[in-house]
């Protein structure tokens, strides 16, 4: 279980990628020009204010930290909740219509 609310969870991980980026040398304004993201976003994500995830998944990428977040998206044989309605709307797409009973 995560200890904390919203807003600690968000400055621990702002910590853990200032961390990051400082233990490999790396000047916000450089993480942010090779994630591809703004400068004020790195900014945020490491002051624990929020960002996107999208800016979370490509700061970890650039800080070879996937392992950061290889446990969300890994499925080990099961589906993703995108990929179960798609899986759904194809059946609903090819399932015929019953013929109906004609009373004489």
């Known amino acids: ?14 910590d853990a990628v200032k ?7 790396i000047t916000q304004e450089v ?9 004020n976003a790195v900014k945020h994500l490491e002051s624990g204010s929020g960002v996107t995830l999208g800016t979370f ?19 080990n044989g ?8 798609q899986r759904l709307k194809s059946r609903e797409c090819r399932t015929r219509k019953r013929a109906s009973r004609s009373t004489s």
């Open 78 to 85: 099961e589906i993703s909740p995108i990929e179960f309605v």
């Open 1 to 14: 279980m995560i200890v904390g609310n919203k807003d600690e969870i968000l400055v621990r991980i702002g």
């Open 57 to 75: 998944v490509l700061v970890c990428r650039i800080l070879r930290k996937d392992s950061w977040i290889r446990s969300f998206v890994e499925t």
């Open 31 to 39: 993480l942010a020009e090779r994630s591809g993201v703004s400068l």
């Open 19 to 25: 961390n990051e980026r400082l233990r490999q040398n």
